[in-house]
């Protein structure tokens, strides 16, 4: 039962292209702090069941294409980053997160309620919601709270 559980990332290499012999046209390469191991992480259009690889030096894992992007803004904007990968039986997982973090991130609306920013669901909740998919679903839940609020306040 291979896992990687909350290893600190040190750097990071994007690639975009395309490849007739590939399934993919984006990767991500993931230094973790232990210098001995490196991810790839590959983003096919549908992830495969068996979509976690976990080997000695290098690991290899397959996420949904739509998730490149959270993934990559996540790189990018956060620090530190960490990465949890596991397979235990037919249960697996692949995720970033970050350290607990204050509100306040992000545009800042006039008032209190509409403050919580798309930047704030991703950095703020990624500790606890560590999958691509239920940070979207939190960013959609925010957008319709914060039109229905700025549609009573007008």
Avoid at 20 to 30: E, F, G, P
Avoid at 31 to 54: K, M, Q
Avoid at 56 to 78: A, I, P, R, W
């Amino acid at each position: 039962m291979p896992s990687i559980f909350n290893k600190q990332l040190t750097s990071y290499e994007v690639s975009n292209f395309q490849a007739s012999t590939l399934n993919y046209d984006s990767s991500l390469r993931l230094t973790l702090a232990d210098p001995d191991h490196t991810v790839s992480i590959e983003f096919p259009g549908s992830a495969p069941v068996d979509n976690v690889n976990i080997g000695g030096g290098l690991s290899t894992v397959k996420v949904n294409s739509h998730c490149f992007d959270e993934f990559y803004h996540m790189l990018q904007t956060e620090s530190p980053v960490y990465f949890t990968a596991y397979e235990f039986g037919d249960l697996r997982f692949v995720g970033l997160s970050t350290d607990a973090e204050g509100t306040g991130e992000g545009f800042q609306y006039p008032n209190a309620w509409s403050r919580v920013s798309l930047f704030d669901a991703e950095t703020v909740l990624a500790p606890f919601l560590l999958t691509c998919v239920h940070a979207r679903v939190v960013k959609n839940l925010i957008n319709q709270k914060m039109s229905a609020y700025q549609e009573e306040s007008a």
